[in-house]
């Protein structure tokens, strides 16, 4: 890695430039992870802060959570039983099922992919 200068009334200044860094949206699980990062993982954070790749990580973080939720309510929700015919005898009980279900399948992703 060369530096190079350039000279200015006399006075050498380097040529120094921060590498590209992304810019992608982050949602929910994404922030959580920054946070957690933030205040349990200060080392790590300043890696990726410094290096230009947060953003990046914290995107990442996000769809790997969202395929892994997805993932987790499917088989979480044939391990228990829940089908398309409870939906259509009993409605309401099918919603509690499937809020208690994406509550599991959430809870599991930010122990395993957020907060680790």
Not at 46 to 68: D, F
Not at 71 to 98: D, F, H, Y
Not at 105 to 113: D, F, G, P, T
Request: net charge negative; proline share 3%.
């Amino acid at each position: 890695m060369e530096i190079t200068y350039t000279e200015k009334d006399g006075i050498l200044y380097p040529n120094l430039a921060l590498p590209e860094h992304t810019n992608y949206p982050i949602g929910k699980y994404g922030r959580m992870r920054l946070e957690f990062l933030k205040n349990h993982r200060k080392g790590t954070y300043t890696t990726l802060l410094m290096s230009c790749k947060l953003n990046e990580h914290l995107y990442e973080v996000e769809q790997t959570a969202k395929q892994q939720i997805d993932l987790a309510i499917s088989q979480i929700a044939v391990e228990r039983g829940i089908t398309e015919e409870l939906k259509a005898e009993n409605p309401m009980r099918w919603v509690q099922e499937m809020n208690n279900v994406k509550k599991c399948a959430a809870e599991i992703v930010l122990q395993e992919i957020v907060y680790n």
